[in-house]
């Protein structure tokens, strides 16, 4: 049985911060890839962070220098710092257990339940 548990979401203004955390148990091994997706309303579900088992990481053009994504392999976490929110990264946030394709992340079939991340203007 395979867990994504993720939590810390919540309501913020504009210009503020949150971490997210997506704690992973069962079977998903540590050479697992993991990426965070966004889903706003009425919009599918989008990329938007991802890292290698080896702590490589890769960002939408719309997140990059705000959002920093981390891995703890021990505690079997992995975490997204956003800062300087904006509006438009409100939406559902969800981690997914995937893999690295070359400098590709490739989407896995195991997700969580999601956190709500709302950013008010």
């Known amino acids: 049985q395979v867990q994504l548990v993720e939590s810390g979401g919540g309501l913020v203004q504009a210009g503020g911060s949150l971490r997210l955390s997506c704690a992973i148990s069962?079977?998903?091994?540590?050479?697992?890839?993991i990426g965070w997706y966004r889903q706003a309303p009425g919009k599918p579900r989008r990329l938007v962070a991802a890292?290698?088992?080896?702590?490589?990481?890769n960002y939408d053009g719309s997140v990059k220098d705000r959002f920093t994504m981390s891995r703890d392999n021990v505690k079997k976490a992995v975490y997204l710092q956003m800062n300087n929110l904006k509006p438009e990264d409100t939406g559902v946030y969800y981690c997914?257990?995937?893999?690295?394709?070359?400098?590709?992340?490739?989407?896995?079939?195991?997700w969580g339940q999601g956190t709500q991340v709302t950013v008010s203007s």
């Open positions: 069962g079977s998903i091994e540590n050479s697992n890839a």
């Open positions: 890292i290698s088992n080896s702590g490589a990481t």
């Open positions: 997914n257990a995937g893999f690295q394709g070359g400098s590709a992340y490739v989407e896995g079939i195991y």
